[in-house]
C-alpha cells in the first residue's frame, strides 16, 4: 500500500515584507513628486508663474573681522538644482542637486614685499548645503508655498506676493547629526521689477560655488580692505552707499541663522521683488499688464448653457427614481413626460413637412401669373 503525501498549504507571507517591497517600488515616484513646476504654482486659488527667474543667481553677505573680512554667497536656482562647474574643487561646491548653496570665504591680505601692495588672499572655509533634493541620503525637498496675503504673520501685513519654504539642507552634510537647513524666499510684489535687477546670472561672471573670485554682489577684497584703513566718517558713507546699492537689487539677503522656533535649525532667508509675484499676473511672466477677468472666468453662455444641462440631468433623474418607486415604471415609462419624449420625433417630422409644403405651394402660387387662380383669365 502507497501512502500518498498531502499538501499542506504553507503560511501566508508577511504581511511586514510585502509592504516594504511596495514601498521600495513607490520610493522612486514619491521622491520625485516632492519636486514643483516653477511655471506654475498654485495655492490659495491664486496661481505664480516664476519660470522667468529661471537660472542660478546669487547674494552677498560679509562682516568685517579685522584683518580679515568673512563673505558668504548665496547661491539659488528657484527652478532647478544648481549645477556642478568644472575645473572647480569638489569640497569648494554643494553636492549634486542642491538648490540653494552657501560657500564661505575669507578674505585678507598677505605682504609679500615692503615694496609691493599686498596680495589678496581668498581663502573656501565652508560649504554649507542649505536646500536640495538629496534623494539618496534620505534628505527631501519637500517645498512648501503660502500666499503672502493670507500669512499670519505681522510683518507680511499689506505684502502681496509668495513664500517659499525649501528643505533637505544639512551642515556638516556628511554627517547623519549635522544642523538641520531651510531656505525661506519671500518673493514680493513689485510692478516695476522684472526680478533681475542688478542680478546676472551665473556663467556670465564667476561662479558662487567655489570660485576663488567673490561672488556678484560682493565688495572687491581690496576695496573692503582699503576702507579698513578710511577713518570711522568715510565708512559710514560707504556703508550708506551699500545699503542704497542693495535696495536697488531685486534679490536681498535678510537673515541667516537658528529661529526663535527652532533652535537646532538654521534658516537662509530671502527677499525677492518681482512682478511675477503680484496675484492675477498672465501665465509666461511676460506681460506687463495683469490678466483680464475674461481669460481667467468662463463666459456668460458657457456657464447658461452648463446650468442648463445640470438642471435637465436633475429633473430627468429625479423624475425617473419617482416613477420607478411610486408606478414600478420601466423602460420609456420611467422618464418623465414619457409620451411627450417619445412624440417628439414625430412632432418634428410634421413641423418640417409643414415648413416644406408651406414654401413649395408658396413657390407654386407665385410661379403662374401672379394671381390665385393659377394662370385662368375671366373670358
Not at 22 to 30: M, N, Q, S, T
Not at 166 to 188: M, S
Not at 277 to 305: L, Y
Request: with cysteine; aromatic share 8%.
Amino acid at each position: 500500500m502507497r501512502l500518498r503525501r498531502t499538501h499542506q498549504p504553507g503560511p501566508w507571507p508577511d504581511l511586514s515584507a510585502l509592504l516594504s517591497v511596495a514601498l521600495a517600488l513607490l520610493a522612486g515616484p514619491a521622491a520625485a513628486s516632492t519636486s514643483y513646476d516653477c511655471s506654475h504654482i498654485r495655492v490659495g486659488g491664486q496661481s505664480f508663474d516664476l519660470s522667468s527667474l529661471s537660472g542660478e543667481y546669487s547674494v552677498s553677505h560679509q562682516e568685517p573681522h579685522p584683518p580679515t573680512t568673512h563673505n558668504t554667497t548665496y547661491t539659488l536656482n528657484i527652478c532647478g538644482p544648481l549645477e556642478r562647474k568644472k575645473g572647480v574643487p569638489r569640497n569648494e561646491q554643494c553636492h549634486q542637486s542642491a538648490r540653494v548653496c552657501a560657500i564661505e570665504r575669507t578674505i585678507g591680505h598677505h605682504k609679500v614685499d615692503e615694496e609691493k601692495k599686498p596680495e589678496t588672499v581668498v581663502e573656501v572655509t565652508g560649504v554649507i548645503d542649505i536646500a536640495g533634493e538629496f534623494v539618496h541620503d534620505g534628505l527631501e525637498l519637500d517645498p512648501a508655498f503660502a500666499r503672502l496675503k493670507t500669512s499670519s504673520s505681522n510683518a507680511d501685513s499689506g505684502k502681496e506676493g509668495l513664500r517659499v519654504e525649501l528643505h533637505g539642507g544639512r551642515y556638516p552634510f556628511d554627517k547623519r547629526h549635522g544642523r538641520k537647513q531651510r531656505a525661506i524666499i519671500e518673493f514680493v510684489c513689485d510692478q516695476e521689477r522684472t526680478g533681475l535687477e542688478g542680478l546676472v546670472k551665473d556663467g556670465e561672471t564667476t561662479h558662487a560655488g567655489g570660485s576663488p573670485a567673490l561672488a556678484r554682489g560682493a565688495p572687491d577684497a581690496a576695496t573692503a580692505d582699503d576702507d579698513d584703513k578710511d577713518d570711522d566718517d568715510d565708512d559710514d558713507d560707504d556703508d550708506d552707499d551699500k545699503d542704497k546699492d542693495d535696495l536697488k537689487k531685486s534679490l536681498r539677503y535678510i537673515s541667516y541663522g537658528p529661529t526663535s522656533d527652532d533652535i537646532a535649525e538654521d534658516t537662509l532667508r530671502l527677499e525677492w521683488r518681482t512682478k511675477h509675484a503680484c496675484e492675477g499676473m498672465r501665465e509666461g511672466g511676460n506681460e506687463d499688464q495683469p490678466k483680464k477677468s475674461g481669460s481667467r472666468h468662463w463666459g456668460f453662455f458657457t456657464w447658461f448653457i452648463i446650468i442648463i444641462f445640470l438642471v435637465t440631468a436633475s429633473y430627468l433623474i429625479f423624475g425617473s427614481w419617482l416613477n420607478y418607486n411610486r408606478y414600478g415604471a420601466r423602460g420609456w415609462d420611467l422618464l418623465p413626460h414619457g409620451d411627450t419624449i417619445r412624440d417628439i420625433p414625430y412632432l418634428l417630422r410634421d413641423f418640417v413637412r409643414r415648413v416644406v409644403n408651406t414654401v413649395q405651394g408658396g413657390t407654386r402660387g407665385g410661379g403662374g401669373g401672379g394671381g390665385s387662380r393659377g394662370g385662368y383669365s375671366a373670358v
